[in-house]
Nanobody, 112 residues
Framework: QVQLVESGGGLVQAGASLRLSCAASGRPANILMMGWYRQAPGKQRELVATINSRGSTNYADSVKGRFTISRDNANGTVYLQMNSLTPEDTAVYSC??????WGKGTRVTVSS
C-alpha cells in the first residue's frame, strides 16, 4: 500500500525559508506527476507546484520565483523549497502522486 509522509513544516517568521519533503513508501508504478497542494484555514485546497516524470514543473502564480519543486526519482521523494515566506503561505501542505495518492500534510505557519 502506498503511503506518503510529509515533513519539514513548522513555524517561521516572514522572509524565512523552509524545505518540505515527501517520502513515498510502497512505491507506486507509473509515477506520472508529483506535486504539492495547500489548504489555508477557511479556504479550498489549491495547487502549489507539480513536477512530471520528465521534470517539467508548474507553479501557482502566487509562489513563482519563491518556491522550487524537485524530485528524486530513485526513491520517489518530492521536495518543495520555499523561500521568502509570507503569512499568506500559512497552510497545511500536502503532497500527491498522480492526484491519486495523498499525504496527510504538514503545517506551515508564517508569522508577520
Amino acid at each position: 500500500q502506498v503511503q506518503l509522509v510529509e515533513s519539514g513544516g513548522g513555524l517561521v517568521q516572514a522572509g524565512a525559508s523552509l524545505r518540505l519533503s515527501c517520502a513515498a513508501s510502497g512505491r507506486p508504478a507509473n509515477i506520472l506527476m508529483m506535486g504539492w497542494y495547500r489548504q489555508a484555514p477557511g479556504k479550498q485546497r489549491e495547487l502549489v507546484a507539480t513536477i512530471n516524470s520528465r521534470g517539467s514543473t508548474n507553479y501557482a502564480d502566487s509562489v513563482k520565483g519563491r518556491f522550487t519543486i524537485s524530485r528524486d526519482n530513485a526513491n520517489g521523494t518530492v521536495y518543495l523549497q520555499m523561500n521568502s515566506l509570507t503569512p499568506e503561505d500559512t497552510a497545511v501542505y500536502s503532497c500527491t502522486i498522480n492526484l491519486y495518492y495523498w499525504g496527510k500534510g504538514t503545517r506551515v505557519t508564517v508569522s508577520s
